[in-house]
């Protein structure tokens, strides 16, 4: 079972730059969600989408722009990425439903100098 | 807005100690609650979770009871292994408009488990 995969899992950008976070999940969840973890900050959610073709602002959505491709892909895209972006991403996935389970990706470590 | 509150770490203990991690939130509705548990280099995973007052939620021997009268859900272990050092994060979740489960959470409480 691959559950939810994320890629890449480390990356280096300089400020300006941009890239792209890919996750996928092969669990036919219907909601999945983009968030950043930071010491001390506990895990934020930048983006989320409930459903194929929808997305929502999270927390701290500004530097950032989302994508729901498909029922199994949700990427995250930094346009000019900022040092401020530094941060611990993690891409999630839950059916939707009171009380159900989120289940969340290795994570990608990303450093902009 | 919904939050969740728990307690700063870290959390020094000795092998086969009690433990306990303070968790409260502020939530309008009733949502569910959580407990996730990431191990260095890891995500996130579901340790227990609790969907309606007075349940209690438990795995691995740790458990918490959602208290809606003192909005609180406290993780408790009677006895840690060096193996249960983590950091540990109380969230919470409910309907935000839309049939989607967002999960709010803590801070993290790291916990150090030494033999």
């Known amino acids: 079972n691959a559950g939810v995969t994320q890629t890449p899992k480390f990356q280096v950008l300089k400020t300006g730059q941009s890239m792209t976070l890919q996750c996928a999940q092969d669990?036919?969840?219907?909601?999945m969600y983009w968030y950043r973890q930071d010491p001390g900050m506990g895990l934020r959610l930048i983006y989320y989408?409930?459903?194929?073709?929808?997305?929502d602002k999270g927390e701290v959505p500004n530097g950032y722009n989302v994508s729901r491709l498909n029922k199994r892909e949700f990427s995250l895209r930094l346009e000019s990425a900022a040092p401020s972006q530094t941060s611990v991403y993690f891409c999630?996935?839950?059916?939707?439903?009171?009380?159900?389970?989120?289940?969340f990706g290795q994570g990608t470590r990303l450093t902009v100098v | 807005g919904d939050s969740v509150t728990q307690m700063e770490g870290p959390v020094t203990l000795s092998e086969e100690a009690f433990l306990t991690i303070n968790c409260t939130y502020t939530?309008?509705?009733?949502?569910?609650l959580f407990w996730y548990v990431q191990y260095p280099g890891e995500g996130l995973q579901l340790l227990l979770k609790a969907t309606k007052a007075d349940d209690k939620g438990s795995n691995k021997g740790f458990e918490a009871t959602y208290r809606k009268e003192t909005t609180s859900f406290h993780l408790e272990k009677g006895s840690v292994q060096v193996s249960d050092s983590a950091v540990y994060f109380c969230?919470?979740?409910?309907?935000?408009?839309?049939?989607?489960?967002?999960?709010?959470f803590g801070t993290g409480t790291l916990l150090a488990v030494q033999p």
């Open positions: 669990m036919n969840h219907n909601s």
């Open positions: 969230a919470l979740s409910g309907f935000y408009g839309g049939a989607t489960n967002k999960l709010i």
């Open positions: 939530a309008t509705g009733y949502p569910s």
């Open positions: 989408s409930a459903s194929e073709g929808t997305t």
């Open positions: 999630a996935s839950s059916s939707t439903g009171g009380g159900t389970e989120a289940f």
